[in-house]
């Protein structure tokens, strides 16, 4: 197992944004801790079962107070920004931030507040508390473990759902930033320096991390997935991956609807991998993904075995998919039908069984289907809802005639209660 903990590179502007004298002891403090947190703590090859672990923690200028137990509620808080993705032998990425427990995060806090590389006993402790919940050694697959692929993130940055959010990343040392420029403590010259040395410091490392992420992914799929023209969306790339027979209409159905991406990956891949658990039994080894038997969804559905679960195990809300309407007896009805179809490259199935499932004419995702505007972009399927029904609104022939009025109806359809 080789590990490693990325930082940023060093800029010249950090000999002035350093010396206190010259900016003022907080903002030096705040951009010293920024110079040296780890952006991302790697696990190459950590089991047989994995090639990689990427944990990519949020900096924290305040790691006293979140050490202390007292603030059990402010590490929690700040845990929320952090992402654990996995890489598996089979090459399909996971999201197992929801697995960071508060042990978990208060042992990233020490290690984060402690010398990484000078602290292997700690290291060690943070990487078992992390292969908890069987995530290094799997003699089989649970029964909801379908439920942290990932398919939210995007390896490009400065879009939505990118792995890389930054809003999040040093909120601190932006404010103090400005602060300083506020109170003359630094001139815009300064100011403009740091914010350039910001943006080229945290494209350069998100690239490394990108690198190495997409290195340990299946190129082939990865270049099927380029075609398409969705980009480096991780939720397709897993559902391309999950059933190799059926990767080529599934692309197909991505190059001619760019704009339904985060649908498919949010209503689909959990479906996918609950039906590759039902007809892999309590055997998953002897059925390979790309060797599963030609068994119908429905069949899985009516035995009751599809999205069983350990009635031992807690079952939590999925606040997104609550959102999305995911769950509803309507939408896995839609979403079964929409599957099957896709994988047999029926085209009008497809635009039909997209329809029903959001209540709209199947004129209007034909019209989609025929035109795929890129500023439509990929929109969640809460929000892809709301923008099918406005365009519904106008007739399925008469909609957005220009970049510009596709903006205003995106930000129209965003219900009141969530602005």
Not at 363 to 381: F, K, M, V
Not at 387 to 407: H, K, N, T, V, Y
Request: proline share 6%.
């Amino acid at each position: 197992m080789d590990f490693d903990a990325l930082r940023v590179d060093a800029h010249p502007v950090d000999e002035d944004l350093l010396d206190a004298g010259v900016v003022g002891p907080e903002l030096a403090h705040l951009a010293g801790i920024y110079r040296g947190s780890s952006r991302a703590l790697v696990w190459r090859n950590p089991s047989s079962d994995w090639q990689l672990f990427l944990l990519l923690p949020p900096i924290a200028s305040r790691l006293s107070l979140l050490a202390n137990p007292i603030f059990a509620q402010l590490t929690r808080s700040w845990g929320l920004n952090a992402r654990f993705i996995g890489v598996d032998s089979d090459g399909l990425v996971y999201d197992f931030r929801g697995l960071l427990s508060d042990q978990t995060l208060r042992l990233l806090v020490e290690l984060l507040g402690a010398e990484v590389q000078q602290q292997p006993e700690l290291l060690d402790t943070l990487f078992a508390a992390l292969a908890q919940q069987m995530l290094t050694v799997l003699p089989r697959r649970e029964a909801d473990w379908g439920k942290h692929l990932d398919v939210e993130h995007r390896l490009e940055p400065l879009v939505p759902a990118s792995l890389f959010s930054r809003e999040s990343r040093y909120p601190d040392l932006m404010m103090s930033l400005r602060q300083a420029l506020k109170d003359k403590l630094i001139d815009v010259e300064l100011y403009g320096r740091v914010l350039r040395s910001v943006e080229l410091r945290e494209t350069s490392v998100e690239q490394r991390i990108g690198a190495l992420l997409e290195s340990a992914l299946d190129p082939v799929t990865m270049a099927k997935l380029a075609r398409t023209g969705v980009g480096k969306h991780l939720g397709c790339y897993n559902w391309l991956r999950l059933d190799l027979r059926h990767a080529a209409p599934r692309a197909h159905v991505l190059t001619r609807l760019p704009g339904l991406a985060s649908f498919f990956a949010e209503a689909l891949v959990p479906q996918q991998a609950a039906w590759l658990h039902a007809i892999s039994g309590a055997q998953p080894d002897e059925t390979r993904r790309d060797e599963a038997p030609c068994r119908n969804l429905d069949d899985a559905m009516q035995a009751g075995r599809l999205g069983a679960t350990d009635p031992s195990q807690t079952r939590t809300l999925d606040l997104r998919a609550l959102a999305a309407r995911n769950e509803s007896s309507h939408a896995a009805r839609w979403a079964a039908v929409l599957q099957r179809a896709i994988d047999a490259g029926q085209d009008r199935l497809i635009i039909e069984a997209i329809a029903q499932r959001f209540a709209v004419d199947d004129n209007l995702i034909r019209r989609l289907w025929r035109e795929s505007p890129e500023a439509l972009g990929q929109p969640p399927t809460w929000h892809l809802t709301q923008i099918l029904r406005r365009l519904a609104e106008g007739g399925p022939r008469r909609g957005p005639a220009s970049d510009d009025d596709w903006q205003a109806l995106i930000a129209a359809a965003i219900p009141t209660e969530a602005r």
